[in-house]
């Protein structure tokens, strides 16, 4: 209930329109603004800066003070004492699980990995050389033809059962776009291996040589995937918002979320990251520069991918965890006279130490170091953002499933017409 009012006094208004004020447990307090289409009136707030889409329980962010907690849990703890799947059941039921539940989640997480024969025919569709987002997208979207008698979205059983498939399957889907690229057959998952090193095997593993998963790279993997599982209204988990408000199935929401997610402003930064490294090419003092100062330049449109963050304006928290494993990840590999790497750690400390970044609280993001790792561990850099994808399946379906458990109403936000009003077509 709103125990407080704000006033909005609009000239031209006859008298002020009082507006209920409500605080939530966390974060700043929100103005409804839902009475105002009855007075005539629209907010108007492109992109979204200032804009509760709903209420939520999931994650809150402190983007000043570079604060992430999933449902309550600071980022920090989790990622050093739990692993992906005990996170996917708390971001999905609310609370982390007891040994019992998380056993029979994990149980039944491990046994729902395999995709049905035929969809393996969908992969033949697609030029050898597909993006693995854009197979990715088509495929997971296909997945709802599979599941027919589940797809009642009003049943938590239905809901539940299409999350746990959606969680299993999309590391093998992930793993077979991959497959299908470089030419190679499709692995079968093995349910004996856990999340991570199953991934990591269907990956890498082919049917000529034996395939030796380095726990480094699976606590690394894990780790990735903990660190972008959800990230509370973003635009991804915002597009399944919306597609779900219609009432589509969970198959198609979650497609949605993949394709907003590919974009290089969100998800596509990790693979931005390494194209621009590639483009930077040299790593010499003077060519390093030349890329910062062409970041700093309002007249061309390259940014330092990478960095920046529309929420975190001190630090990204899930950087700092990321940095903490890159650094694992490249002292096992011995990587420390990497060209790219070099490089990236150079514009790493110039934009640290340059102006025009401090001013604009330009830090290295999750996906600058995300990236790095990937890189090292051999992943393909057109691989980076299904990756992300995989990881935050789990945070759209916990959002899916959390508005759909509620009243919730369809999407449907209006404009500022700015066109021609009513005009005649011309005469003969
Ligand atoms: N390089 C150079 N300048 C930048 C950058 C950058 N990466 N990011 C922002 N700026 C400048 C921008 O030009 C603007 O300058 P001015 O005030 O002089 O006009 C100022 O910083 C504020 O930027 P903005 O564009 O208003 O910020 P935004 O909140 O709209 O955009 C962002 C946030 C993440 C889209 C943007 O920082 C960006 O494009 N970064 C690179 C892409 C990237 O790394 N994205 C991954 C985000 S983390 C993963 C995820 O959660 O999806």
């Not at 498939?165 to 889907?173: F, V």
């Not at 497959?179 to 890498?204: C, T």
Request: proline fraction near 5%.
């Amino acid at each position: 209930m709103a125990d407080r009012k704000a006033t909005l006094t609009v000239d031209g208004l006859e008298k002020p329109i009082e507006l209920p004020v409500y605080s939530g447990t966390a974060g700043p307090d929100v103005i409804d603004v839902r009475g105002l289409g009855a007075e005539g009136l629209f907010t108007f707030d492109p992109g979204f800066m200032a804009t509760s889409s709903c209420e939520s329980a999931i994650t809150y962010i402190d983007g000043g003070k570079g604060v992430l907690l999933h449902r309550g849990y600071p980022i920090e703890q989790l990622a050093e004492h739990s692993n992906f799947v005990e996170m996917s059941y708390m971001l999905l039921f609310g609370e982390l699980p007891t040994e019992a539940q998380y056993k029979d989640f994990e149980a039944r997480v491990r046994t729902h990995t395999m995709v049905h024969e035929q969809l393996a025919n969908f992969f033949k569709g697609f030029r050898r050389d597909a993006h693995p987002m854009s197979i990715l997208c088509g495929v997971v979207g296909g997945l709802a033809a599979f599941y027919h008698d589940h797809l009642d979205i009003t049943k938590q059983e239905d809901r539940e059962i299409s999350a746990i498939r959606l969680i299993a399957k999309m590391p093998t889907i992930a793993a077979m776009s991959h497959k299908y690229n470089i030419g190679q057959p499709f692995n079968y998952p093995r349910n004996d291996l856990n999340y991570a090193e199953n991934f990591l095997y269907m990956m890498f593993s082919n049917p000529c040589e034996p395939y030796e998963i380095n726990p480094v790279y699976a606590k690394a993997m894990d780790r990735i995937f903990m660190l972008h599982a959800d990230h509370e209204q973003n635009a991804s988990t915002s597009t399944v918002r919306l597609a779900g408000s219609t009432g589509a199935n969970p198959f198609a929401c979650i497609s949605s979320g993949i394709a907003a997610l590919w974009g290089p402003a969100h998800g596509g930064a990790n693979e931005a990251v390494l194209n621009m490294l590639d483009e930077i090419g040299d790593d010499s003092e003077d060519n390093i520069q030349r890329f910062i100062d062409r970041a700093k330049d309002k007249d061309d449109p390259f940014k330092l991918m990478g960095f920046g963050h529309r929420v975190y304006r001190n630090f990204d928290p899930r950087a700092k965890v990321m940095k903490e494993t890159c650094d694992e990840v490249l002292a096992e590999l011995g990587l420390g006279d990497d060209p790219q790497l070099k490089i990236a750690k150079r514009l790493e400390q110039i934009a640290l130490e340059d102006e025009y970044f401090i001013e604009r609280k330009l830090y290295p993001n999750v996906d600058f170091y995300s990236g790095i790792i990937l890189k090292a561990m051999g992943i393909p850099t057109n691989m980076f953002t299904v990756i992300f994808a995989v990881s935050r399946t789990i945070g759209w379906i916990s959002h899916w499933n959390e508005m759909i458990s509620e009243s919730y109403k369809i999407g449907r936000p209006r404009q500022m017409y700015i066109g021609h009003t009513q005009r005649d077509y011309p005469a003969e």
